[in-house]
């Protein structure tokens, strides 16, 4: 007989995973994208009082729409008189989805994004294949606040979501992130409606020619800590000349909350042509040899869409 599944489990797990977040949670200014060297690792104390504080349900800091002008308006004056803003949860989470039952999956991955996308504070929720490979999906999600993102994962939906999980054996891994840049994700705005609505097919994201589909990849680079302040120097130099692009629409860097090495970057163009540009161009070369010459490891993982969100997202 199979073990009985204990009740809660994985939302034990994530709740833990969200709290860890929201307690290494960057500053305004950090958010915003600008270059700031590593902050100095918090006393204990500190970081209890901070986990302590969500619990209670205080907001974190944040600015609302990610820009250096809205960061440079929190003051520490504003912050005096009270004024604060919900710090968004970013989640990423990759799934290991054997061969056999990746179209059920996908199905029971809709279910959840249906019951998703009318939840209060959700921002973004979307599913990603990976082109390399017959086994890993990426999904991604933002919330406005750390609690809506725990009213998420407390529903109904998820719970039956996880269960179906354990009952098939899908392995998955989260990743709470960090916000470093939203610059690229503001970009989003430039893109031909006409043009992103027509990728893809009518499959939600479906036709399997990448010719015919937008361009999206993650990139995971593990970067020692000792290099973390060069390494988003570098990063945000070769970031500069990619926003510059005419067919990027998103470029953005996340940290994973609970690892001291580890980032995600996220970008997507108008085709799979432009990102071989963006690849092959002076400032992503750059950017390699810097990354090679400190042995910072980096993966990239071209994506298909899975799930109804637009096709820039």
């Known amino acids: 007989m199979a073990p009985r599944r204990k009740s809660g489990g994985p939302l034990l797990l994530l709740l833990a995973a969200a709290l860890a977040a929201a307690a290494l949670a960057l500053t305004p200014a950090a958010a ?16 209890w009082s901070r986990l302590q504080g969500l619990v209670r349900g205080e907001g974190l800091l ?44 996908v199905d029971e991955w809709r279910k959840l994004e249906d019951s998703t996308s009318d939840e209060k504070g959700n921002l973004v929720f979307d599913l990603k294949k990976t082109w390399g490979d017959n086994l890993y999906f990426w999904a991604y999600g933002e919330w406005k606040s750390y609690e809506d993102y725990m009213d998420h994962f407390r529903s109904d939906s998820v719970e039956g979501f996880l269960s179906w999980l354990d009952d098939h054996d899908v392995m998955w891994t989260l990743f709470p992130l960090k916000n470093i840049t939203d610059e690229g994700a503001a970009k989003s705005s430039k893109a031909d409606p006409a043009s992103v609505s027509n990728k893809g097919g009518g499959d939600k994201g479906g036709g ?51 690892m001291n090495h580890h980032f995600l970057a996220y970008g997507t163009w108008k085709d799979y042509d432009a990102y071989m540009d963006h690849f092959t161009s002076k400032h992503v070369r750059k950017l390699r040899q810097f990354l090679a010459e400190r042995d910072i490891q980096w993966f990239a993982e071209p994506l ?7 096709e820039d997202v």
């Open 62 to 105: 944040r600015t609302e729409d990610g820009s250096a002008a809205a960061a440079a308006a929190d003051s520490e004056e504003e912050v005096g008189r009270g004024k604060r803003h919900r710090h968004r949860a970013i989640m990423a989470i990759k799934y290991e989805v054997p061969p056999s039952l990746q179209h059920d999956f």
């Open 208 to 258: 399997d020619d990448p010719r015919d589909a937008a361009a999206h990849v993650v990139i995971q680079y593990h970067v020692q800590p000792s290099h973390v302040d060069e390494f988003l120097g570098a990063w945000q130099d070769a970031a500069e000349s990619t926003w510059d692009e005419e067919a990027n629409t998103i470029y953005a860097l996340r940290k994973v909350a609970n």
């Open 32 to 47: 915003a994208g600008a270059r700031l060297p590593t902050p100095a690792t918090d006393t204990a104390s500190a970081a």
């Open 304 to 310: 298909m869409k899975k799930g109804s969100q637009a």
